[in-house]
């Protein structure tokens, strides 16, 4: 009797093993892992459009040819046209993105823009090569993009008619440089007004004298970069609070970033994306820059 009772529990401890067993091999099957909290945002429209900041649209342009390429289907259109052109554009929601320069102004406020800032645009003081002053204080380039100071020997150069070309109103870079540089003060009305940086470098390396301003991500040899204040652009100069003409660059929404938007801003804002192509492109990270 004894024996057969010690078989009985014998035979219910090996099954209530068993049991358990089963139900640890179940607790290890393969499950669909939950969502994370961030990962809501998802393909909504197969089109979206941004515009304004021609300074931008480079880097903006990547980041479309990269989102693209990972969703089939989808397409980002983009275009200039300004970084005022942007901001109205998106207001007025004809458009998803508006790229910027600039801070949106405060009259825009009433139009829900949400800000989405995701590099820093330095910019350049560049002259035709035949000038020979090789630096500006602010005070001398204010005055010269005033129409205070027409002539390079008033700052230092030789006997030589000072020709201003510039960007339209709508432009961020010049808001920028009125901003920065003038202090608020408005361009020369005698200025060229171009409506492209690449219009704007032609323009100064083609005639003497010239004066003009890019992003310095645009520099090219065929026209002379000024020192500001006797410092030479750099990022570290920037990063150092040395040079202070830069701003942020933003893309701005009508109301928060939602689906493809939302994915396409944030694919932008993703690590991988601004460590291959941020400072490669002319630009300085967000991260290197106090605000």
């Not at 500001?228 to 609070?241: H, K, L, R, T």
């Not at 801003?265 to 630009?283: C, H, P, R, T």
Request: glycine share 10%.
């Amino acid at each position: 009797m004894f024996k057969m009772k010690s078989k009985i529990a014998l035979v219910s401890t090996t099954l209530i093993a068993l049991m358990v067993l089963a139900g640890c091999g179940q607790s290890a099957a393969p499950t669909t892992p939950a969502p994370t909290p961030n990962a809501t945002a998802t393909i909504d429209k197969k089109t979206i459009s941004a515009a304004g900041s021609t300074a931008l649209q480079p880097l903006v342009k990547l980041a479309a040819d990269d989102f693209m390429a990972k969703n089939p289907g989808v397409q980002v259109n983009l275009s200039g046209g300004g970084s005022m052109t942007g901001l109205n554009n998106v207001a007025s929601g004809s458009i998803e993105i508006g790229n910027s320069d600039v801070v949106a102004p405060d009259e825009m406020k009433s139009a829900g823009l949400v800000d989405h800032q995701v590099c820093v645009a330095p910019f350049i003081l560049i002259a035709n090569k035949d000038v020979t002053v090789d630096s500006l204080t602010k005070a001398q380039a204010s005055d010269i993009f005033t129409g205070k100071v027409t002539n390079w020997k008033d700052v230092g150069g030789k006997d030589e008619k000072i020709s201003i070309i510039g960007r339209a109103a709508s432009s961020g870079t010049r808001l920028n440089i009125e901003k920065i540089v003038m202090d608020g003060q408005k361009m020369s009305e005698a200025a060229a007004a171009q409506d492209s940086t690449g219009n704007l470098l032609t323009g100064v390396g083609q005639t003497p004298g010239a004066i003009g301003y890019i992003d310095a991500a645009y520099l090219k040899d065929t026209v002379k970069a000024l020192k500001f204040n006797g410092v030479a652009y750099s990022a570290d100069a920037v990063s150092s609070g040395q040079y202070p003409i830069y701003s942020f660059e933003h893309m701005y929404t009508k109301g928060e970033a939602t689906g493809t938007v939302k994915l396409f801003l944030d694919y932008m804002a993703s690590k991988d994306f601004q460590d291959k192509n941020v400072e490669k492109s002319g630009f300085i990270p967000m991260s290197r820059v106090k605000q």
